[in-house]
Nanobody
Framework: QVQLVESGGGLVQAGGSLRLSCAAS????????MGWFRQAPGKEREFVAL????????NYADSVKGRFTISRDNAKNTVSLQMNSLKPEDTAVYYC?????????????????WGQGTQVTVSS
């Protein structure tokens, strides 16, 4: 099991930027693919971005392509999500998650370990 703690959320105006971080502890971090998900009030938790263990593969939801960038530092056991050109519809609780399998990388059921989430609020 990997313990995950997110940070970096907050309130930002539309068009602004935020950088989320996720610190991992417990088992060795590097073999895990890492994902970011988000959940807005009254909505299902949805996939945002994925990065594989080597950083050679990334995937993004269509809604964030070109605006968000996922990265990781295996030496520091961290994964980050740089969010630019934020929109009010990006408002949600953002979660990082870990998985050893990429079988269902786009779905929450494909992930084994989750952080507690960090709130991102984008005002118009």
């Amino acid at each position: 099991q990997v313990q995950l703690v997110e940070s970096g959320g907050g309130l930002v105006q539309a068009g602004g930027s935020l950088r989320l971080s996720c610190a991992a502890s417990g088992r060795t971090f590097s073999p895990y693919a890492m994902g970011w998900f988000r959940q807005a009030p009254g909505k299902e938790r949805e996939f945002v971005a994925l990065i594989n263990w080597s950083s050679r593969r990334t995937n993004y939801a269509d809604s964030v392509k070109g605006r968000f960038t996922i990265s990781r530092d295996n030496a520091k056991n961290t994964v980050s999500l740089q969010m630019n050109s934020l929109k009010p519809e990006d408002t949600a609780v953002y979660y990082c998650a870990a998985t050893k399998s990429l079988r269902n990388w786009y779905d929450r059921t494909g992930y084994d370990d989750w952080g507690q989430g960090t709130q991102v609020t984008v005002s118009s």
